[in-house]
């Protein structure tokens, strides 16, 4: 079993100095709306993905007067303790290290110490566009398929130049335009065979999360959508080629993928309860938790953002004795209660460490429901 035993952070978002250590089971940040809890969550994000949750600039994750952000982590494995570190500067580009040596490709880190987090933003799942849910897939197969991850990144390169000759040339660069679909073809074939078998096994394992939380006897769907299903894609990007002159833009391809989500029949986003919605998006990331655990063979580290503002106090305790059954490994969880987290965990009995957050940073720190 793999577990985050150490994290320090300088000048991210609001700390300027932090030290934490860490249960290998489950660990809690409680304090106001405002305080940080949520950015330990993030740099934890970081030192799996290389990225924020939240943001797409690295330079938001800067404390406001700073210049850089830096998060050390210890990760500890059956064989040994990786130490990890990545850092920040403006202007300069993202250094991220393992045992001291640097990468050079964040991708090639993707994958060594996976992580599934659950937040309220997760909302933009069924509420938001088609990126939201392909982003989604991404995240998915990307922590235990590199080879997806390096085909998309391909994709994407080749879409760009296909997109700037749309843009700039006229209809008279068709010549150009098939060299990016013969690059474009190979690795679109490669995604979408790897997000189709992604949909077939993921939904199983969604249906029985989303019985278990919901109490419900919906039958809930997830459904693949994608150009590629409609033949040979060369073919496709063929026939298309005078109307992507026109919008000056590729209108087929897996970038225009999406999932549909559906309780009954009907789509979850129009139809569905907030009730059934909030059920519907916890049930799709525990699957994606328990898929990414069976393809890897041990548990990512499970981040529960504010999961009270999703559900009942009974409902919670269902999911974090679930949490601890033993399924779901290192488990960290942000609340504003501090007597209501600690009670649920002293009733599920489980391995706990507690830390209460101020306004000036970290007030106290609770082991295994010693007050």
């Known amino acids: ?68 952000f830096m998060i050390k982590g210890t990760f500890v494995t059956d064989e040994n303790n990786d130490e990890l570190f990545c850092a920040f500067q403006k202007t300069r580009q993202k250094v991220f290290r393992l045992n001291g040596r640097e990468y050079q490709r964040m991708s090639d880190h993707v994958g ?26 991404n995240m998915i197969i990307s922590q ?44 679109a074939e490669l995604i979408h ?26 039958k809930v769907t997830i459904r693949y959508r994608s150009h590629l299903g409609n033949g040979n894609y060369l073919e496709q990007l063929s026939a298309s080629r005078d109307r992507d002159f026109a919008l000056q833009y590729t209108t087929v391809g897996i970038h225009r993928d999406d999932l549909i989500f559906e309780i009954d029949g009907h789509s979850a986003r129009t139809n569905a309860s907030q009730g059934q919605q909030k059920s519907f998006i916890v049930a799709l990331k525990l699957a994606k938790f328990g898929l990414i655990s069976k393809m890897i063979g041990f548990a990512p580290a499970l981040l529960l953002d504010d999961i009270f503002d999703k559900f009942d106090q009974n409902r ?55 007050r």
């Open 1 to 68: 079993m793999m577990h985050l035993a150490r994290l320090e952070l300088t000048n991210f978002k609001n700390y300027e100095e932090v030290s934490l250590e860490f249960s290998p089971g489950f660990n809690c940040f409680v304090g106001n709306n405002g305080v940080g809890k949520t950015n330990i969550l993030d740099a934890i994000h970081y030192l799996s993905l290389t990225k924020s949750f939240f943001n797409s600039s690295d330079t938001l994750a800067i404390r406001h007067g700073e210049e850089y």
């Open 112 to 137: 060594k110490y996976p992580v599934v987090m659950l937040s309220p933003a997760d909302s933009t799942l069924i509420t938001g566009g088609s990126e939201e849910r392909r982003r989604f897939l």
């Open 316 to 370: 919670v305790e269902e999911i974090i004795r679930l949490a601890g059954s033993g399924e779901f490994g290192q488990v960290f969880i942000t609340d504003t209660q501090q007597d209501r987290i600690h009670r649920i965990l002293d009733n599920t009995g489980v391995d706990f460490r507690l830390y209460r957050i101020g306004k000036q940073g970290i007030e106290e720190e609770i082991t295994n429901g010693a």
């Open 193 to 218: 065979q790897a997000r189709r078998n992604l949909t077939e096994n993921l939904l199983p394992l969604f249906r029985s999360y989303y019985a278990r939380i919901s109490g419900g006897a919906e």
């Open 144 to 187: 235990y398929d590199p080879a997806y991850l390096e085909a998309h990144m391909r994709y994407n390169k080749a879409l760009m130049q296909r997109n700037r000759i749309l843009r700039g040339s006229g209809a008279g660069q068709s010549g150009l335009l098939e060299i990016y679909d013969e690059q474009m073809a190979p690795e």
